[in-house]
């Protein structure tokens, strides 16, 4: 089952009809009404799509009117959220599963609760909670919704982090415990090392004491990333022509052959993760940023004994997985409190949402992962 | 653990070495030696390669003495064997699991006991049997091997289909049960449909009510080969050409979409396969036909949750299966038995073995598959 996170609806600002705002997959969330002595949340500023299309273009901020904070409800006051590549699919309305527009724009994000229902015991003010994924529309200063939906952390975390630990890092935890059978003193291999995933792939591949061969792309100034990579805890870095070889197997050095691979990129760089697999290994697929197919050769699938599969964290959430999810989502925050994850991010102020979301389209040259403080 | 026939060494008609005869996986058969007042074989006639090359070179007919047919083996006189495109590739050298030269030609194939060792109580004189896969060397008249290795089959079934049951047909059944969960009403699909593997999936998915959509590669008569694959129990076959339509799934009708696939010929035969798939369908790759690779799209992975895989008869029969191949074998049997399960051979005299060799290895046009008679 899906949970959806509410998202103010807003009656005033602009012609927004009633029920109009959607959670995925058809779900609809409806405005709610309430009378004028309940309890009710601080009016909200919210990034808003009316239509899909490109998101600096279709979005805009909008004030929404105060709602009612019903009995079970909790409201939220968002500290941070990311733009993430998979919110701008979303707006773009090319991301498989999305809420239809109008909607808020965003996923994941960080709060502190502000004030709750009557009945709520779980959470108090003050507490810091993130949406358990799945969620929708984090781009606002305020959320009311359901007190279940929210997931009590620590309060020692970096707000930036807290903000986006529910995808990048949940899916490199996931991948590499839900995919194959690993154990301390295996090997695993990957492209897209310098992907957010890649990056937590490498760090909590380490901290399993998992070796990790890790494939980059040729690029200005590799040795400064490999270095980068090394001080993470990647055992091996090699750019795709640095792998140019008969033998990839021969650059192992004392590493075992990898049992499993990640693949982020297709093409080539897909085709050196299969050389480095082992026997039997399995090469998981998660994203294709080369826009490039996949290549598997006849005598990989019968000899070699490879499998492929693919991993989408939206697909395995939707199974039921929202209780687990809450023990991985702490695990990894914890290894964030222990310095043993971390990746780069900008924090930028809400007034700032526009050159933010600039930079997330890549309209401003390589920048890292933007991050919305409220 | 892999069980070796047992070959007939050579000691007189050429220069064998003793010891030299190897089964697969560098496990090697000695030459027995034997008193005068033993249990013997009658002499032998085997079609032995000294080394790996073009079959049609390298390959020559040998004359093999006498063995002794020890406490508890059993000596067959072979009936019939087929020339299979994997024998080929042993003979070439270019099969990843083959016997080292020199070595008797051959995989699978049927004979009837000639005598039996003092302590063998299974079997009879007239009794027929396969050698139990996985086995070597079954081009010869006469093979004397441990009782165990022998399966015996009832005596119904026509020689050349006893002879060709534990490749193609096995690989067939055993794709068709232990890939994923299939039942009755559930829809496969394959390419490469002609082809001995591809009529058996045809005739056991329809004998356990399991739909079966058919691609073919554009050729003359056409329609002849959709009507013999149709009487043997295809709902549809296509040619790929007939498949370059934008929704393949609206040809499907009233079938469900296919759980899984079955690729034996790669390149743009696989990539309709992956098309007529259904969210979280799996892919088996037995074959490469085209000798063109596999090609996958990124979403195909993550989207559409397909999982692609291999199967290899010989890989599967190496992780001690011989027990549950031989259950399996008696149920292909029982097929034929009743009429569910035939296919296209050619019987050919033993003395006309250099012309069969010629037809398996293509230079007589397209021929059925070649089964030799002894």
């Not at 004028?36 to 004030?63: N, Q, R």
């Not at 640095?242 to 499993?260: A, W």
Request: hydrophobic fraction near 40%; aromatic fraction near 6%.
């Amino acid at each position: 089952m899906l949970r959806h996170l509410g998202v103010h609806a807003p009656r005033l600002a602009f012609n927004f009809k009633s029920s109009l705002i959607h959670g995925g997959r058809g779900k609809t969330l409806t405005t709610r009404a309430f009378s004028s002595s309940a309890a009710v949340s601080p009016p909200s500023k919210a990034i808003v799509y009316e239509a899909h299309g490109e998101p600096d273009t279709v979005t805009k901020l909008v004030e929404v009117p105060a709602v009612e904070v019903k009995e079970k409800d909790v409201c939220v006051k968002m500290l941070a959220a990311p733009i993430n590549p998979s919110d701008i699919n979303r707006i773009q309305g090319v991301y498989p599963v999305r809420p239809e527009p109008p909607a808020v724009g965003g996923y994941e994000g960080v709060g502190e609760v502000h004030s709750v229902g009557s009945s709520v015991t779980s959470l108090s003010p003050g507490d810091w909670v993130i949406p358990s994924p799945p969620s929708f529309g984090t781009w606002q200063t305020y959320i009311v919704n359901d007190e279940k939906v929210w997931h009590k952390i620590e309060k020692g975390v970096p707000m930036e982090y807290a903000a986006t630990i529910t995808v990048n890092p949940l899916t490199a935890l996931l991948m590499l415990e839900h995919c194959v059978t690993l154990n301390s003193g295996d090997a695993i291999v990957q492209n897209g090392a310098t992907s957010m995933v890649g990056q937590c792939v490498i760090q909590i591949a380490k901290s399993r004491g998992i070796h990790n061969i890790n494939i980059i792309r040729d690029r200005p100034g590799v040795d400064e990333v490999k270095e980068r990579l090394k001080n993470l805890g990647a055992d091996e870095v090699s750019t795709e022509s640095e792998l140019e070889v008969k033998n990839v197997k021969s650059l192992l050095g004392g590493i075992p052959e990898p049992v499993l691979g990640f693949n982020c990129v297709g093409g080539n760089a897909a085709s050196l993760v299969l050389k480095f697999l082992r026997q039997g290994g399995t090469m998981v697929t998660y994203g294709g940023m080369s826009k490039k197919p996949v290549s598997v050769s006849t005598s990989s699938f019968i000899f070699k004994d490879i499998s492929l599969r693919g991993f989408w964290l939206q697909k395995w959430l939707s199974t039921d997985k929202a209780e687990e999810s809450r023990g991985m989502i702490d695990r990894l925050l914890s290894l964030v409190q222990e310095g043993k994850l971390k990746y780069k991010m900008d924090l930028a102020p809400f007034e700032d949402f526009n050159t933010a979301l600039d930079k997330a389209l890549g309209k401003l040259g390589s920048q890292p992962k933007q991050v919305i403080k409220f």
